[in-house]
Every structure is written in structure tokens, then in C-alpha cells.
């Protein structure tokens, strides 16, 4: 067939072009990707690492010597890694001290419960409180059943549906239990699974509500309560806390850099945080999120990758009770915040990993999806849209592209914020793909000619 008109010619050869270029960037980087994911794949050195220092320095609360010691080994091994501009910058975070405490059932039977304070409570008075246990399923149940409340413990026992609204009980049933008088909330552990495990957490108070001490019982132990009080049994609880919030102090955003070999100015910049909760060991959350980052990083170079972007890693501090180091990272990199490129982070566990969440345009997304196209092969490459991560929240809130690490989320919440957030839960075949799921996005975003459109010019 021959085609006459020019016009139509000319369609047909924009076509084409489009075609090869909506190809280009998987094409163009399908062999280093797949270099980078065979590397990747070849060792456990991020399980290795994260063993290390969680084992080494234990958990990591805001404010205790512990985070500090783990921030300076960080800053001597990444020095030793040949990363550069590495260094810590100075973050004051909220500092709270859990203390001696315990949460007995004396009545119907005396019966231990384990129990975990939340992060942020006050104490109860140095004798405890003892007081009648009012159980509710829900913020409606606890509405109406308020002219009961007066005096009593409250017991949130709501069941786990999802994080997003199960963790509002934790983190906001102190102040609506004090609205209608208790004297103390015990929240059942936001968790789908447990062995009797209790998950601390943070919560929060209102300025304008009375303060009441909150913790966090075991599933089992909710659900025992309840059921007595369905049996008619009048259930008796004694609570002690001892926490105290102390001033603020000093802390430290971690982080090295490949420094870009065309355009250093410009930066890709991921990471996780650094911080943890004061039980187990902070390995899942989030001691692995830096070290898959950090590894990505070392894979880059250790293969001889210099993107023409600077790729920054950074372990950001006090994610858990107050969010100051993503707010600070913000604050100091303000001038540059136009030249992050994109912003990856990852805070949901460093399990088997599936792709990205993202936030940002959808001109954006079309090229992400393109890029992750060569994660497909390790089964990594979904990018779905809407949420990236707390950390990078603030800048992504400025404009920055921000995806979130995803993974095989089954048991996340089996561990979150117990004794049991131990290395031994991850497994260091999916800690690799984790890495080279990481280095591939970030190697891309930071090499390719092509930037990632911003929603703020995209919407102007
Ligand atoms: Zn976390």
C-alpha cells in the first residue's frame, strides 16, 4: 500500500517515535538494571550489616546514647564504604522515658498482663491506678456507653482491620477516653497476629483534654477481658507507669552521597529511619530500610556506576514519636529541594518487595512504570498510586516525587513495635531484592536524561 498524504505520513512516523521513545528508558537501561540485580542478588551483605549494628547497638529510642552510638558507627563505615560529603546534621527531637511498669488484673482473679506504655504517655501516680474496666469495640461504643466511663480504665478491644484505621485507638484513645472521665486507657495492640506480645506505639494528647496514662495490652488479654465482662464479671485492672518526658535533645540526620558525575547539584535522594522504638531490635522497623538504601548505594559503586545525579542516603532520626528528622531534612535542604529529583524511602519492612507506592504527578507515574518495568523480572515492578513515606513526607509535600518501598506485607504487623522486631524475621535473600529494587530506581532516576515531571508545574 502507498500512503499519499504527507499528513497522515507524518502521523505515522510521530507515532513511531513516540512508540521508541516510550521504550527508551527500559531499553536503554535493561543491561545495567539487570547487572545490578544479579550483583544484588549474589549476597546477604545487607542482612550481614543490619545484624550488625542492630545486635550491636540494640534498639534505637529518640534520645537515648544507643540511636547516638549507631548514628556515629554509621558515619565511620559509611567513611570506610568511600561514600562522600558524609555526615550527620543536627536534629533536636523529643525525648521519652518509659520507666518501671506493669498492668495487673486483680479482680476477678489476679492475673499478670504484659503490657507495653505508649510512647508519649504520662506515668500514673507512684501507687498505680486501680480502677473498674470499661471495655468498648469502638470511638461510637465508647460515645455510648460515656455515662459509664467515670472512674474507669477504658479498654479499647478493636479488632485489626487495617494500620491506618486500627492505630486510632492507639493514638487517640487516651484523649477520648478522658473526654468522658476514665482515668486511663489500655488499647489492644494494633496487630492482626499475636503470641501474647504487646505493641507500643505513639499516641497523642489534647491540650484542652485532662492527660490519662495509655498502654498497650496484649489481643489475648483484650479479648479475655472483654469476654469476662460479658459474663457479667466486674473486672478490676492496677496500672503502673513511671514515664517521664524529658527536654529535647540533640540528634542527627545520617548521610553519604555518590556525588553526580554531570550534574551534582541535582539529587536523588533515600533512605529510611534510623530511629526505633525501645523493644526489640529495630531491625525491621526501620534499621532495615537504611541498610538496604545504604547497600544499594555501596552495589552502585562497588559495580563502578557514577549517575550523572548525586544519590544521597540518608537514615533520618525520631520517625517513631515525633517526626522531627524528615521535617529538619526539609528545613536544611530547602534551597535544593527543587533539585531532588526524586525521593524514594522505605518504612514497611524490608520483606520480599513488590514495588512502589507513589506520590506525584501521573506524567511522573507513566515514566516510574516504565522504569520499574525492569524490576519485573524479581516481581518488583508495581507501582501503585497514593502514599510514599513519612521521612521524605515533607519534601513531597514541596513538590518532590516520593515513591515508598513496597513489600510482601503479610507479617509486618505481626512484629511492628514489639520484642520481637529481631534481624532473625527478615530473610537475606529478600533484604538483596530489596537492594536491587532500590538501586535500580535510584540509579535510573539519578542517570537518565529524562527528569520526573513535578504535579506543581504539571497542575500550574
Ligand atoms: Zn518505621
Redesign the pocket.
Known amino acids: 500500500m502507498r500512503i499519499r498524504s504527507p499528513a497522515l505520513v507524518a502521523l505515522i512516523a510521530l507515532a513511531f517515535v513516540r512508540s521508541l521513545s516510550a521504550q527508551t528508558v527500559a531499553d536503554r537501561y535493561r543491561g545495567d538494571a539487570n547487572r545490578i540485580i544479579d550483583a544484588a542478588l549474589r549476597d546477604s551483605a545487607a542482612w550481614n550489616r543490619l545484624a550488625e549494628m542492630t545486635e550491636t547497638f540494640g534498639n534505637r529510642l529518640s534520645g537515648t546514647p544507643a540511636l547516638e552510638q549507631a548514628i556515629d558507627w554509621v558515619i565511620g563505615r559509611m567513611k570506610q564504604d568511600g561514600l562522600q560529603n558524609v555526615r550527620g546534621e543536627r536534629v533536636m527531637v523529643p525525648v521519652w522515658v518509659r520507666g518501671e511498669e506493669s498492668a495487673e488484673m486483680v479482680r476477678p482473679r489476679a492475673q499478670n498482663l504484659p503490657m507495653l506504655g505508649l510512647g508519649g504517655s504520662i506515668a500514673t501516680p507512684p501507687e498505680g491506678i486501680t480502677a473498674d474496666v470499661l471495655v468498648v469495640g469502638s470511638f461510637s461504643d465508647l460515645t455510648a456507653k460515656a455515662t459509664h466511663a467515670s472512674g474507669k480504665i477504658v479498654l479499647f478491644d478493636v479488632p485489626f482491620t487495617n494500620y491506618g484505621e486500627t492505630v486510632q485507638y492507639r493514638a487517640r484513645g487516651a484523649v477520648a477516653a478522658a473526654k468522658v472521665g476514665a482515668v486511663a486507657a489500655l488499647v489492644r495492640s494494633v496487630t492482626p497476629y499475636s503470641q501474647r506480645t504487646p505493641h507500643t506505639g505513639a499516641m497523642s494528647y489534647d491540650s484542652s483534654v485532662r492527660r490519662i496514662p495509655a498502654a498497650a495490652i496484649t489481643v489475648e488479654d483484650a479479648e479475655l477481658i472483654h469476654r469476662l465482662v460479658d459474663r457479667g464479671e466486674r473486672v478490676r485492672v492496677k496500672l503502673m507507669m513511671s514515664s517521664k518526658t524529658l527536654p529535647d535533645a540533640p540528634s542527627r540526620n545520617v548521610m553519604g552521597e555518590i556525588v553526580g558525575s554531570e550534574k551534582p547539584d541535582e539529587v536523588v535522594v533515600f533512605g ?2 534510623i530511629d ?1 522504638w525501645d523493644v526489640g531490635r529495630g531491625a525491621m ?2 534499621g532495615g ?1 537504611v541498610v538496604v538504601a545504604w547497600e544499594a548505594v555501596r552495589l552502585l559503586k562497588r559495580l563502578g556506576f557514577t549517575p550523572k545525579r548525586t544519590i544521597r542516603v540518608v537514615g533520618w532520626t525520631n ?2 514519636n515525633g517526626g522531627r528528622g524528615g521535617q529538619a531534612y526539609r528545613d536544611a535542604h530547602r534551597a535544593e529541594v527543587d533539585r531532588h529529583v526524586l525521593a524514594i524511602e522505605s ?1 514497611g519492612g524490608v520483606f520480599k518487595p513488590q514495588g512502589f507506592s507513589f506520590t506525584g504527578s501521573d506524567a511522573a507515574l507513566d515514566m516510574l512504570k516504565q522504569m520499574a518495568s525492569l524490576l519485573d523480572r524479581i516481581d518488583a515492578g508495581t507501582i501503585v498510586k497514593g502514599g510514599a513515606g ?1 521521612d521524605i513526607g515533607p519534601i513531597v509535600a514541596l513538590g518532590v516525587p516520593g515513591l515508598g518501598l513496597t513489600v510482601d506485607g503479610t507479617k509486618y504487623f505481626w512484629y511492628h513495635h514489639t520484642e520481637a522486631d529481631t534481624v532473625d524475621k527478615l530473610d537475606p535473600n529478600d533484604m538483596a531484592r530489596c537492594v536491587a529494587t532500590m538501586a535500580v530506581m535510584a540509579y535510573l532516576a539519578a542517570d537518565m536524561a529524562e527528569t520526573l515531571p513535578r504535579a506543581s508545574t504539571e497542575t500550574r
Open positions: 529510611g529511619h526505633s522497623d526501620d530500610g520517625e517513631e518504612d513519612a
